[in-house]
C-alpha cells in the first residue's frame, strides 16, 4: 500500500494525529500490573451485613469474637438461672424439686410457705427421709463455748418444713452469748410463753426420727444438743460423704461452701436460718442419694426384711420357734404406718435391692435352724 501524501492529507486529520502523540507521551508506561479503574475507586465499599440467626442459640451464634478476646460475663441474676437450669438438665432432677429446694431465686424459699416457730405441721406427711438442723446459744465461762439448744427445723424429703420451734433454756442454765449474728437468735425468742420447753422439743424430735432416715450437716454437733442418739446405719451426713469432700481435701466442708459448689444457693450470708440449713441439707442428698446409699452398704451391708412366714417342718428338721427378727432386732419384722408411707422419689432402689437379696435368704434360714447332735457309741 502506497504512503499518504502530506499535500493530500486534510488539516483536520494532522490535527487528530497531534493530539494522539500527545496523549501517548502523558500516558505512564505499562509495567504489566493490572490498575483499578478511576470509577471504582470513588464507588464506596458496601457495607458487611451480619446474619441474623434466630432460635435458642441466637445470642451464641449472632455474636463474632475477635482474635484474642472473650466473651461477656453473664450478670448474678443470669448465672442463678442458669445454675438452676444445670440441676435440671445435666442431674435429671424435677423442676418442681429445685423449686420447692430453694425457690425460683438463688438462695430464696420462694415456694414454701414456712411456719416459724409452729412446732409440728398439721398437714404435711413426713416420708421416709427428714432433715434435721439446730442452732445453738452459748452458755458457761468465758469464751461461752458451750452450747444449749435454741432452735430445732425438719424438713421431709422435699424439703417441706414438718417441724421448727424455739427452745427454752433448762432451769438453771443461763444464756451467755446468743450469737444472734450468726445464729439469728434473740432473747425475745427464747421467752417463756414463746419458746418451747427443751423436754417437749426432745420428744417431739424423737418421735419424728424414729424409724426414720436422718440427714444433716454435722449430725453428731445437732444430736447432741438435743441429747439424743440415731442409728448409724440411719444416718446421712452431708460433712462426712466422701465426694463432699474433695474441694476441702479431705476435711468437713462448710455447708456454705457446699450448698454454693454443689446447688448454686447462697446461704448463711447473714443470720442463719435452720429451716434453709436443713432444706439446704436435703437437697443436696438427693443430688447424691444413690453414691449416700452405696457407702452406707459398704459399711452396714444390705438391708433386708426377712418375711413373717412359718417354714413347715419336715424330717429332721425342727422349725424355728417365736417371731422372725430383722437384721435391726426388731420383733416381728414389721413397720409403722408412718414408715410405709412413702413420699414420691423416696423409693427408688428398693426394688433392686430386694432383687439382690432374693437368692441369699435360704442361706440364712439356714443357719438359724437347729442341727441335732448324733450320739457316738463306743465300741469294746
Known amino acids: 500500500m502506497s504512503k499518504l501524501d502530506p499535500s493530500q492529507v486534510s488539516s483536520n486529520w494532522k490535527k487528530l494525529q497531534e493530539q494522539l502523540k500527545s496523549q501517548k507521551k502523558d500516558k505512564p508506561q505499562d509495567n504489566g500490573l493490572k490498575r483499578k479503574r478511576f470509577e471504582d475507586q470513588k464507588k464506596p465499599s458496601k457495607p458487611f451485613k451480619k446474619t441474623r440467626v434466630s432460635g435458642a442459640n441466637s445470642d451464641q451464634l449472632g455474636k463474632r469474637r475477635k482474635m484474642g478476646t472473650t466473651e461477656s460475663k453473664p450478670d448474678s441474676g443470669q448465672s442463678a438461672a442458669n445454675d438452676h437450669s444445670k440441676l435440671v438438665k445435666e442431674y435429671d432432677i424435677a ?14 424459699t420462694k415456694g414454701h410457705t414456712d411456719d416459724v416457730n409452729g412446732g409440728l405441721h398439721a398437714t404435711r406427711k413426713i416420708g421416709k427421709y427428714v432433715a434435721l438442723d439446730c442452732e445453738m446459744v452459748g452458755t458457761g465461762p468465758p469464751p461461752h463455748s458451750d452450747n444449749v439448744l435454741a432452735r430445732a427445723s ?30 439469728g437468735i434473740q432473747p425475745k425468742h427464747m421467752r417463756e410463753g414463746y419458746a418451747r420447753p427443751f423436754a417437749q422439743v426432745q420428744k417431739d424430735v424423737a418421735k419424728l426420727l424414729e424409724g426414720r432416715i436422718l440427714v444433716g450437716h454435722a449430725l453428731r454437733n445437732d444430736l447432741q444438743s438435743l441429747l439424743l442418739s440415731h442409728p448409724k446405719r440411719d444416718l446421712r451426713d452431708t460433712s462426712r460423704h466422701p465426694k463432699f469432700r474433695i474441694d476441702s481435701m479431705g476435711k468437713p466442708p462448710a455447708l456454705r461452701n457446699l450448698a454454693k459448689s454443689e446447688l448454686g444457693m447462697s446461704i448463711q450470708t447473714g443470720e442463719h436460718s435452720s429451716i434453709v440449713d436443713a432444706r439446704a441439707t436435703m437437697a443436696l442428698f438427693k443430688k447424691e442419694k444413690t453414691g449416700f446409699e452405696e457407702e452406707n452398704r459398704k459399711h452396714f451391708g444390705q438391708h ?11 424330717k ?22 408412718d414408715d410405709l408411707e412413702m413420699l414420691d422419689g423416696e423409693d427408688e432402689g428398693l426394688d433392686e435391692e430386694e432383687e439382690d437379696g432374693g437368692e441369699q435368704r435360704p442361706a440364712a434360714a439356714k443357719a438359724k435352724k437347729k442341727r441335732k447332735k448324733k450320739k457316738r457309741t463306743k465300741r469294746h
Open 95 to 108: 423442676p418442681a424439686d429445685v423449686t420447692a429446694a430453694y425457690g425460683s431465686g438463688t438462695g430464696s
Open 154 to 183: 425438719l424438713v421431709n424429703f422435699h424439703g417441706e418444713q414438718i417441724y421448727d420451734s424455739y427452745v427454752q433454756a433448762p432451769k438453771g442454765i443461763k444464756v451467755e452469748d446468743y450469737r444472734t449474728h450468726v445464729s
Open 304 to 314: 433386708r426384711r426377712i418375711p413373717d412366714k412359718k417354714q413347715p417342718s419336715t
Open 316 to 337: 429332721g428338721q425342727t422349725a424355728s420357734k417365736g417371731p422372725q427378727t430383722d437384721r435391726d432386732g426388731d420383733d416381728d419384722g414389721s413397720e409403722d404406718e
